[in-house]
Every structure is written in C-alpha cells, then in structure tokens.
C-alpha cells in the first residue's frame, strides 16, 4: 500500500478572495470552514469543505509573497496538491527514492500547524505537490 493516504486540500491562487468566496460558497454550494490570515506566507486562506478533503483559496496581502508572484506568472488557477500521510519523514524518503526533488531538505509546520514539506513540480510532471503528516484521527477542523 502506498504512503499517500488521500488528498487533503488543493490549493488555488486567487486575487481576491471575497470574489472567489461567493463563487465557491453561493454558487457551488461548498461549506466555509474558515477564513484567516498567514502571516508567514503574507497570505488570506480560506479553507471550504469538500467532501473528505478541502479547497484552500490564497489571496496574497503583499506584493513579495510568492502567491502573488505565482499569479502575476500564470494567472489564477491550481497551486498545489496536498497529499495527507502518516509519516512525512518516511514519506519525504520515499518520494526521494523515486525521483521526486523536495523544495526544502527537512520539513517544517505549515499553515495549520502541521508538518509539511512541497516537491517541486519540475520532479513531478508539473504539479506541486506537498505533502502533510496527520497522524491523529481527532485533527479540529478535519476529518480524520
């Protein structure tokens, strides 16, 4: 059996997340999980359920963050797949064995908390992908 477990959330780059809010929640029908800020990524969230799994919509507050650098390159659209796994470590030395490249040598706590690390889509075929350790079945905020 693989490390990956399921997709946690995928990611989209928008500019304005009040805009993308009302498409999403008024016209899809998905349920607002929350809005807040990230200070370290200088950016808004907004998490929507989905199913088992999440959109996370990124509005950039600044200039500098790298979300808004990725819109002013491609434009709104996918920014990243997350993947949840068990163990990241063992995780992130499985994706190695097989070719794919981290951004980063160890992981760190992403915007949840939770320890993250991304591959770069250059190693795979084009998407970002991050990968996201939840062990715990009682997570506040999302399923297990």
Do not use: N, W
């Amino acid at each position: 059996m693989g490390f990956l477990k399921e997709v946690d959330h995928i990611g989209i780059a928008v500019q304005s997340l009040d805009a993308s809010l009302r498409l999403y929640t008024d016209g899809l029908g998905l349920a607002l999980d929350g809005v807040r800020e990230v200070p370290r990524y200088r950016i808004r969230i907004a998490m929507l359920r989905c199913g088992e799994s999440y959109l996370e919509l990124m509005e950039p507050l600044s200039p500098e963050a790298e979300v808004a650098r990725f819109l002013e390159r491609r434009g709104e659209g996918l920014h990243h797949i997350c993947y949840r796994v068990e163990d990241i470590r063992e995780a992130l030395r499985a994706c190695e064995a097989i070719g794919l490249t981290p951004i980063t040598r160890e992981p760190y706590l992403g915007a949840a908390g939770l320890p993250v690390v991304f591959l770069h889509p250059k190693s795979a075929h084009g998407v970002l992908v991050e990968l996201v350790e939840k062990k715990a079945p009682d997570l506040p905020g999302r399923p297990a």
